[in-house]
């Protein structure tokens, strides 16, 4: 079935340093990727999409890029800050199906 | 401002009690889902509705039941034969179409006392 694997955490950063974290999927089609953000008590929030090959999703400083030759979609910011620390979930979806899957979730923590 | 609220934000369950999780959307979205959280796991599905009186299980749908009566509502009963309730439960909503992204609720954490 589709799934997704996200690299496992905790991250722990300093200030301005830099965030990668890597997922890769394994899907039946061509499936649109997402990553979510979300932070300490609240739901998840829409951090950034991608729907084909090749596609960059970016927002508040952060990219990935769509690659479907490796079957990956992982996230980067060149400069984290303090208020970037939450728990960030990789997931996709196919056009014609209504669920989402989910990575594990990986949490990030950005010291002072 | 448009959204999803879920209530109540904590909720705490004696054993062989059913206890309902409220969730409303005012998004005018067709598609409404309930997620379980639990630590290192992820989100999974537990029950889905793409249109009003109609709704379909999830990959964990047993112990939870669910109704639709409402385009803006979708309520999720955790019934007493789910044996393992205590998790973080997440109401989220989209348009009804794969690629749309899904807005989420706060989520209502359950606890058993």
């Known amino acids: 079935g589709d799934s997704v694997t996200q690299m496992e955490g905790p991250v722990t950063l300093s200030e301005e340093a830099f965030l990668t974290i890597n997922c890769t999927y394994t899907a039946t089609g061509y499936p649109s990727l997402f990553w979510y953000v979300q932070y300490p008590g609240e739901g998840l929030q829409l951090l950034l999409k991608?729907?084909?090959?090749?596609d960059k999703g970016s927002n508040k400083g952060f990219e990935a890029t769509y690659r479907k030759e490796t079957t990956s979609f992982h996230l980067e910011k060149g400069s984290v800050q303090v208020s970037d620390s939450a728990v960030y979930f990789c997931?996709?979806?196919?056009?014609?199906?209504?669920?989402?899957?989910f990575g594990a979730g990986t949490t990030v923590t950005v010291r002072a | 401002d448009g959204g999803i609220t879920q209530s109540p934000k904590y909720l705490f369950r004696k054993e062989g009690q059913n206890v309902t999780l409220s969730c409303e959307q005012n998004l005018n979205h067709d598609a409404m889902y309930w997620y379980r959280q639990d630590p290192g796991q992820g989100l999974r599905l537990i029950y889905y509705s793409q249109i009003v009186n109609d709704f379909q299980k999830g990959d964990i749908a047993e112990g939870y039941s669910v109704s639709r009566e409402k385009k803006e509502s979708f309520p999720l009963t955790v019934t007493s034969a789910q044996k393992n309730p205590t998790a973080f439960y997440l109401c989220?909503?989209?348009?009804?179409?794969?690629?749309?992204?899904?807005?989420f609720g706060d989520g209502t954490r359950l606890s058993i006392l």
């Open positions: 991608a729907t084909k090959a090749d």
């Open positions: 997931a996709l979806t196919l056009s014609n199906d209504y669920k989402l899957s």
């Open positions: 989220a909503s989209n348009s009804g179409t794969g690629v749309q992204p899904q807005h």
